[in-house]
């Protein structure tokens, strides 16, 4: 009995103690996440030694992660889980070790006990280099209780402040120093300081003068005449009944700049708009004629001084004429002429990733309203990847329930484990997806605004979302002890034992070429797809399948082993991704669809010239990219100019540290320089722009002697580091405004570049950017402040010369320049005006046609 006693007793204590030690922790935990302050500061980019020569091609960079904890921890029983874009290869401290996990995913976990309120510095070494601090990513998190409880770290949280055009993230430190914001001792980037945007805006408008020919519409009009006069149409537009019925969306912007517009059996006195569908126009005014794509996207508008008048082939003509005539409105007036306008591409495309990210409905219609208005036709919807499955397919509940949401689940059967700064939280808004419903209501959307929606579900590789959703439906009904269903769409080859790493560090994304349930599930998802269009009305007529893959993958997997040995027309592992991207290709082109890849991708086979496939060229220009986008057009491939240099708008506008973006082939893409993108002569852009490095790059001359026309061109936003609709907005726009100039018109100074001298080509360029910044600023920023969206007002260029302050911006007229001298007090520039020796400016637009909220540039500061 005494024994027994002791024994309880002992339990007891044992327990008791156990559960204050608990209830202690998670008190602790919590006042951590609350109140611990975190750090993170590249120390330097140029100073490395030692890095790992098997990784990030042997480049790395220093990095401080200084940690101070509010409130005494343990050194067992927590472990703090984070994002960070390179693996880290070293670590230095007496008090913790990193592991890396997979993808971006780390876990810190101490050796000793730690002490609330002391100064922990933990020398890190990663991989490549870090120049911005969007690199530093949020949600830091504790993980405690045997892996059941999270805490975010507060103090890791992104900051959306008021008045501020992009989020805070205030963990990231200072990047001021040359060795922070450059790569390496060989970059020769230049920041973009107030003196230097000074400088570069002085060199374009110095010859300028307001002479220079107005723009009236973006994109400009091909081919227009008009004179002086001007139709009043203040009592507004009388339509037939019909028109409004087949124009119902361009009718509906029309009346959101405030035309009034009714039935023509409704009132004779408006001014009649008739449309006419045609046969053939009398004139195609561009060089392009033959191409029957682009004459049914080609228009005739005549403004007389009674009436309007549209013709065209095509209803998506019609409708373009429309957009031109809803930019042409000024002071309730048009101005009377003939417009004769057709594109310069057939092909105009935007990408959108909402896979590593998600954005929501009402962020892609408004994006497909601003392609309309913009003449864009082509939505590349970028709806599966590593981190997320966006769409809902029928029968596959596991695709979006547990693809679509990022949380922490070790088991992966709830949902993926954290990357890219998520956050532990199901309920994070950067998870999500698409219904059925959702999707169909986009495609409708889109097609009512002439824009086709190309899907695109990435694979082989970068599919880790379906992988592993795949996977947690495999273990679901392995419990029910339906096996053969369970095998029915896996795509992993569980004893493979193969081991690689993707550009994105994952050891697991790659699905299995091998196995027969893999293309099981990709007709599935494919055929449930097109059942989806048909049922919104609008066929699927493009599949872009990504074809990426991962070097090393498949390597030690017993099925493909097994594969090989049993098809002679392969011999090796290396072979492998072609046979899928061929055999993926051949059963979407079955299907009456035209496949399209990247261009990696697409090298690894030739296609059916009868059945020509879409291939996004992203090749890099400053590596001779012109080269292959030249040998794939000329072996008959519909050919979509992609180049990261100036097309990728998930890059930064400036080289600024303070800039948001990734930057791996570029530091800096802004308006400017996709106003200046010759994709025609792409070797000639060499005479305007500098490698990633800042360093002049000579392009190989060995070009086609004839002029080729490619299908189209196609801007992208990747959103790894795009949290926020509007970061989405603000990386868009205005960048978007000047690729649809480009996408729509070829000025005569691009044909005639290889003739010109830089100075001459640089001198035809700035006086049209001059007219298209003006229409910029007047008409299309204006028009974004009214629909409430987030964009880039570029800061000004400033310098400050025997102690006057110069003032100037990129837009040139316009924009309304200030400084402040004093705290809270902002002046307008008007003028050189003598300046204390520290000053800050910023650049101001407002909509002079409404009562909208101004928006204003990014401060900067002058000394």
């Known amino acids: 009995m005494k024994v027994l006693l002791m024994f309880s007793l002992l339990f007891c204590l044992t327990a008791c103690f156990s559960q204050k030690t608990d209830i202690n922790l998670a008190q602790n935990i919590t006042d951590n996440a609350q109140k611990m302050a975190v750090n993170y500061q590249v120390v330097s980019n140029t100073q490395a030694k030692n890095c790992d020569a098997e990784m990030a091609e042997g480049n790395c960079y220093i990095a401080q992660l200084n940690l101070r904890f509010a409130a005494d921890l343990p050194a067992q029983g927590w472990h703090i889980y984070f994002s960070h874009l390179s693996p880290i290869q070293e670590v230095t401290s007496e008090e913790f070790v990193i592991e890396h996990l997979n993808g971006d995913l780390h876990k810190l976990s101490s050796k000793k006990s730690i002490e609330a309120g002391k100064n922990y510095q933990i020398k890190i070494k990663a991989g490549f280099w870090s120049v911005s601090k969007s690199d530093v990513l949020p949600n830091y998190f504790f993980v405690y209780n045997n892996d059941n409880q999270t805490a975010i770290i507060k103090s890791t949280q992104e900051q959306l402040v008021a008045d501020s055009v992009l989020p805070i993230i205030p963990h990231a430190g200072e990047m001021s120093l040359p060795e922070q914001f450059k790569r390496n001792i060989e970059d020769n980037s230049v920041l973009a300081t107030a003196e230097f945007n000074f400088e570069r805006n002085q060199t374009i408008f110095s010859e300028l003068n307001s002479t220079t020919n107005q723009q009236l519409v973006i994109p400009s009009i091909l081919n227009k005449q008009v004179t002086d006069n001007t139709l009043d149409i203040s009592a507004g537009l009388a339509v037939s009944e019909q028109s409004l019925v087949d124009f119902s969306s361009a009718f509906a912007l029309l009346k959101n700049t405030g035309i009034q517009i009714k039935s023509q059996k409704a009132d004779t006195d408006l001014v009649n708009l008739n449309i006419d569908l045609v046969t053939s126009l009398n004139q195609t005014p561009n060089e392009a004629e033959a191409n029957q794509e682009i004459s049914k996207q080609a228009y005739q508008l005549h403004i007389s001084n009674q009436n309007i008048q549209i013709k065209s082939t095509s209803y998506t003509g019609a409708f373009y004429a429309l957009m031109s005539l809803k930019q042409l409105v000024e002071n309730n007036a048009l101005p009377v002429g003939q417009f004769n306008d057709s594109p310069r591409y057939e092909f105009r495309g935007v990408h959108l990733d909402v896979a590593r990210n998600f954005r929501s409905v009402n962020f892609v219609k408004q994006l497909i309203q601003n392609m309309a208005q913009w003449k864009l036709n082509k939505l590349h919807l970028h709806l599966a990847d590593d981190e997320g499955w966006r769409l809902a397919i029928q029968d596959l509940p596991e695709l979006t329930q547990v693809g679509g949401f990022r949380c922490f689940d070790p088991t992966e059967t709830q949902c993926l484990m954290p990357q890219l700064g998520s956050g532990p939280n199901r309920s994070n808004p950067n998870n999500g997806f698409y219904s059925q419903q959702d999707y ?13 929606i190309i899907p695109s579900l990435d694979m082989p590789g970068h599919s880790r979302s379906s992988i592993k959703s795949m996977e947690a439906r495999y273990q679901r009904l392995v419990k029910q002890e339906r096996y053969e269903q369970a095998k029915q769409y896996l795509l992993t080859d569980f004893d493979d034992k193969s081991q690689y790493s993707s550009v994105q560090h994952y050891n697991d994304n790659t699905l299995n070429p091998c196995l027969s349930s893999t293309y099981t599930f990709v007709d599935k998802v494919l055929s449930n797809l097109i059942q ?30 097994e594969f090989i040995a049993q098809n002679k027309d392969i011999e090796n592992v290396e072979q492998l991704g072609g046979y899928f991207i061929t055999r993926v290709a051949q059963l979407i082109q079955d299907k009456g669809i035209i496949a399209g890849g990247w261009s990696d991708g697409m090298r690894e086979f030739q296609p059916d010239v009868n059945q020509p496939m879409q291939v996004n060229v992203w090749d890099l220009l400053m590596w001779q990219g012109h080269l292959a986008a030249e040998k794939f057009q000329q072996q008959g491939w519909r050919t979509i100019l992609s180049y990261p240099d100036v097309l990728y708008f998930d890059f930064p506008y400036a080289v600024d540290p303070n800039e948001h973006g990734y930057y791996w082939a570029t530091r800096a893409t802004d308006s400017y320089k996709v106003f200046q993108f010759m994709p025609d002569n792409a070797q000639d852009n060499a005479k305007l722009w500098v490698d990633r490095m800042g360093n002049q790059y000579t392009p190989d001359p060995s070009t086609s002697n004839s002029p080729i026309h490619f299908e189209g061109i196609q801007t992208h936003l990747w959103s790894e580091i795009i949290r926020h609709d509007s970061v989405a907005e603000y990386m868009y726009y205005p960048r978007l405004i000047s690729f649809a100039e480009k996408a729509w018109v070829k000025p005569d100074w691009e044909t005639q570049s290889v003739a010109l ?19 910029l600023v007047n008409k299309q920023l204006p028009n974004l402040i009214t629909q409430n969206q987030n964009f880039r007002l570029p800061p000004p260029g ?37 300046v204390k020796p520290i000053v800050k400016i910023r650049a101001k637009l407002t909509n002079t046609n409404s009562a909208d909220k101004p928006r204003y540039s990014a401060v900067i500061e002058l000394k």
């Not at 493009?542 to 099925?559: I, K, N």
Request: aromatic fraction near 10%; glycine fraction near 6%.
């Open 440 to 452: 169909r209501e986009l495609v409708q959307y889109a097609a009512a605004h002439h824009v086709e």
């Open 757 to 775: 001298s830089t100075q001459a080509l640089t001198g035809k360029i700035n006086a049209n950017w001059y007219a298209f910044s003006k229409n």
């Open 532 to 561: 989806q269009h048909k049922d919104a009305g609008v066929p699927l007529t493009r599949y872009h399948l990504g074809a990426d893959e991962t070097a090393g993958a498949w390597h030690d997997s017993p099925v493909c082993h």
């Open 798 to 834: 400033a310098q400050i010369k025997k102690a006057e302050l110069h003032m100037n911006h990129i837009f040139g007229e316009g924009v309304q320049l200030e400084y402040q001298q004093t705290p809270n007090q902002w002046q307008t520039y008007i003028q050189p005006i003598k």
